[in-house]
């Protein structure tokens, strides 16, 4: 068991996954918290709603000052990755160039513990930049001889998201129509963040070793019913409307053309309609989390006076 004021080192803490980690752990009493990202502003978002956390502004793909915080540590979890992007090398740089440096330095410190939060897509038959550095970078944290657990979250959405569900909501309040690809009905298993992040403050005090978890949301849901649910808890009059596949495909493409960093990619489309169905822990039985129900974390997500005005930029 890990005492409440032991250090706890977060790697892409001004992510998705570390803005909401960070709020569950506060809640739950740490109060030795380091958070290192290289995004300045939404650093910038941390320091602002945790005034008490250690803010580290740098790039862990490279050596630097803020090795030295690892000193001392008591778990390191590891959050930082590429997710979306053009280039295949920036997914290198970021999801395994930069842990080889983490891992190393992990080590150099003798930092005892690591929760390492990987993805489902490892079990995926996508084959994409995002699902092949994903891999690798896993291996590499299953290779590395340190303790360890992994976590493989599904598709998720919460608080402060710039992409996914964060940005169909944002986009869907400001348009009177809303495309949906064919007939939307692409089942997803989207997982709740401040489930997900109860789940891992579960593995940051228990301490499994070498244990492995896929995290998967508890409803099974179709596309175009997220969509829809979405609508009906910011009470929208939006006109959703099915186009073709390979139309809306041939959209995105263009998009791209035109967008250094594009909210939705074609790649994404592909993963989508992959027809992949996850099978993951029951989190209640494994971690003693009973997850929200779907449309409650919705309402949660994007009607939240606290937070959902608040969006991170990519």
């Known amino acids: 068991m890990i005492a409440k004021d032991a250090k706890i080192v977060l790697t892409g803490a001004a992510g998705l996954v570390g803005q909401n980690l960070l709020v569950e752990l506060e809640a739950q009493g740490y109060s030795n918290l ?26 862990v793909a490279e050596c630097g000052e803020w090795e030295s915080s690892f000193e001392g540590a008591a778990c390191v979890v590891q959050l930082h990755a590429q997710i979306t992007g053009k280039q295949p090398e920036i997914f290198v740089r970021n999801n395994i160039d930069a842990t080889r440096v983490v891992l190393d330095v992990v080590k150099r410190h003798g930092v005892p513990y690591l929760v390492h939060i990987s993805s489902s897509v490892v079990n995926s038959v996508a084959n994409d930049d995002y699902t092949n550095t994903k891999k690798a970078q896993e291996k590499l ?12 979250p ?18 869907m309040a400001k348009t009177p129509v809303f495309p949906i690809p064919g007939d939307g009905k ?58 073709p596949y390979s139309l809306f495909h041939f959209l ?63």
């Open 154 to 171: 599904t598709l998720m959405f919460g608080w402060f998201d710039p992409k996914h569900l964060g940005w169909l909501s944002r986009f």
């Open 34 to 59: 380091v958070a290192i990202d290289k995004h300045e502003y939404n650093l910038g978002i941390l320091r602002e709603l945790h005034p008490r956390v250690r803010a580290i502004h740098a790039d």
């Open 252 to 314: 995105l493409r263009i998009y791209a053309l035109f967008s250094g960093k594009p909210p939705f990619t074609a790649d994404q489309l592909k993963a989508l309609s992959a027809g992949d169905e996850f099978h993951g822990v029951d989190t209640r039985a494994t971690f003693g989390v009973t997850q929200t129900p779907f449309e409650e974390a919705v309402r949660e997500s994007y009607c939240d006076p606290r937070y959902a005005a608040i969006v991170l930029k990519r």
């Open 186 to 243: 692409y089942m997803r298993q989207p997982l709740y963040e401040r489930d997900f992040c109860r789940c891992i403050a579960r593995c940051i005090q228990m301490q499994p070793d070498g244990a492995v978890y896929d995290v998967c949301g508890d409803t099974r849901i179709d596309y175009v019913d997220i969509i829809r649910a979405i609508k009906r808890v910011k009470r929208l009059r939006t006109l959703i409307v099915h186009i």
């Open 141 to 152: 944290v299953v290779e590395s001889g340190i303790r360890h657990c992994v976590l493989r």
